[in-house]
């Protein structure tokens, strides 16, 4: 089926395969590039990490269907599959046939990346009838755009209902400090490594914040709520802090690489979503490293934040999301 058919109609497709906050925030900044310029957006997860199924799109499985995010209408489901999308293409590795369009080295993806940075910072428009999005666009719209997003998808009723549960379990009641540690365990980490260069004392400035975060006015007993991709991590915050909670989940052996794999099938997507979406209802949240996306979410909407210095990782601020940065140490 072909699309496009209109000399109007032109397209920005969200490719991504990775972990959902590098999909949520990959798709804001296509979202904020397909409104500033009367694009429709198209939602292509397919060959999730998530899933083994290379031609099922994710966004269906994990999130309520949608007809458009703030007034762009909005392509998110199987379909995808019977279309065709018209060119010319940007970035230009797209015209290519097909065929060898299938391969793309490492180096060609990080270009692209680059391309569409200088492409959505430069406030002009490309001739081009597709562009396609297919490296991650972290730090590449506003917070507004972010936030757009986040407020414009709902997880499917099934995780809904777990959050609920867990939040009147855990959460009502009290002022839950919210700990997501990203460690990786054994995958190439990129820009957080520096945060790893010494896992002994990344654990204990991780431990640090947590006795900060605890020391700063609440206004209801506290509770510290863990979210990690690590075992190690688990075991050595649990010895620390006795009364931390997690929610049960698969986690994998020492070194054995990412929990967004698909070899732990759909309930590996539900399980990571919970957690988003729970640390986003805390009080206050702990980023460690602050480069993850995966609490992106929470970044944005929860009232008060405690991370490392994106420049100095030694040193903490509290943020406010109603004001500028504080140190605290």
């Excluded at 032109?10 to 990959?26: A, E, I, N, P, Q």
């Excluded at 083994?52 to 499985?61: D, I």
């Excluded at 490594?193 to 914040?209: F, I, R, T």
Aim: aromatic letters at 10%; proline letters at 8%; glycine letters at 6%.
């Amino acid at each position: 089926m072909l699309v496009g058919d209109s000399v109007n109609d032109r397209f920005v497709v969200s490719r991504r395969r990775t972990g959902f906050g590098d999909c949520l925030w990959s798709l804001a900044a296509a979202w904020s590039y397909a409104h500033r310029t009367g694009r429709r957006l198209v939602i292509d997860w397919r060959g999730s990490s998530y899933l083994t199924e290379p031609l099922t799109n994710a966004f269906p499985v994990f999130f309520e269907p949608i007809q458009d995010i703030a007034g762009v209408p909005v392509i998110c489901d199987d379909q995808i599959n019977q279309l065709a999308f018209p060119g010319p293409f940007f970035p230009p590795w797209w015209n290519k046939p097909s065929v060898d369009c299938v391969y793309r080295p490492d180096e060609q993806i990080f270009r692209e990346r680059d391309e569409l940075r200088e492409l959505f910072e430069g406030g002009n428009d490309t001739e081009a009838n597709t562009v396609v999005c297919d490296a991650c666009l972290m730090w590449r719209c506003g917070e507004d755009a972010e936030r757009q997003v986040f407020k414009s998808i709902k997880p499917k009723p099934e995780i809904s209902s777990r959050i609920e549960a867990i939040y009147e379990e855990h959460f009502q009641g009290n002022s839950v400090i919210g700990v997501h540690v990203r460690h990786g365990n054994g995958e190439n980490i990129m820009e957080h490594a520096p945060y790893w260069a010494d896992s002994e004392s990344a654990l204990q400035q991780v431990c640090n914040a947590i006795h900060k975060a605890k020391a700063l006015p609440h206004q209801r007993p506290t509770r510290v709520f863990l979210s990690t991709d690590s075992a190690e991590v688990l075991n050595k915050l649990s010895g620390v802090f006795p009364d931390l909670f997690t929610i049960p989940k698969r986690l994998l052996p020492d070194r054995a690489g990412p929990l967004h794999i698909g070899a732990l099938g759909a309930e590996g997507g539900f399980s990571a979503l919970v957690e988003m979406y729970l640390l986003g209802r805390c009080d206050t949240v702990i980023r460690f490293p602050p480069t993850s996306a995966f609490s992106r979410y929470a970044r944005l909407f929860v009232p008060r934040i405690v991370e490392f210095d994106l420049n100095n990782p030694g040193r903490l601020i509290v943020i406010d999301n109603s004001s500028k940065p504080l140190p605290i140490s």
